[in-house]
């Protein structure tokens, strides 16, 4: 990817020497630069305060509330897993702070998969659980999308917040469509 970029910037360059256009391109990078630094504070700023919630959330007891309210739930979509408390209440907190939105979604993910590993001993059901879960973090169901909102409320957006919505049904679209997937692959797997 970086002799990507390197091409690019040099034939930018290239053709600006041969067009005449140095001045206009060095006022252009400069300004790029400019406006990146007011982008960059601006998403500190917010990501500060979504780190300051999340905390809050966590320390209140609210993300394990959710999570345990979750887990009849997911009985149902990790079979393999029941009665197995530790790795259904860690999956359970992976998917309570992809819902919303908070940052700790990839940590607790990697924190499952290894509890899933140690507490499946069969080779396929480990496999699906791990796959399942896979699907629910990267599908994006996310009810608010905190970091998209501070993307576009730094870039001067109107209405940063008017993305939550279609934001839900892409995620909950991608997240249906990725367990029928899954369910219908590993079905005929089974069969074979």
């Known amino acids: 990817m970086n002799a990507v970029w390197l091409v690019l910037v040099g034939l930018g360059c290239a053709v600006a020497l041969l067009t005449g256009n140095v001045d206009e391109m060095m006022a252009s990078v400069l300004e790029g630069a400019d406006s990146a630094i007011e982008l960059v504070i601006g998403l500190a700023g917010l990501f500060c305060l979504w780190v300051g919630i999340e905390k809050l959330a966590e320390e209140s007891g609210l993300i394990k509330a959710m999570a345990r309210a979750t887990r009849p739930v997911l009985g149902v979509l990790f079979p393999e897993l029941r ?41 396929d059901d480990r496999m699906n659980a791990m796959i399942r879960l896979v699907v629910l973090s990267a599908a994006g169901l996310c009810f608010f999308p905190s970091s998209v909102v501070a993307l576009r409320a730094a870039t001067g957006s109107a209405a940063p917040a008017i993305v939550a919505g279609p934001t839900v049904l892409a995620g909950l679209a991608a997240t249906c469509g990725g367990l029928s997937v899954h369910w219908l692959f590993s079905r005929r797997r089974r069969s074979k």
């Open 83 to 123: 009665g197995k408390s530790k790795p259904l209440g860690t999956i359970s907190a992976t998917i309570v702070s992809n819902l919303l939105g908070l940052s700790s979604a990839t940590p607790l993910g990697t924190k499952a998969m290894r509890e899933i590993k140690d507490a499946l001993k069969d080779e």
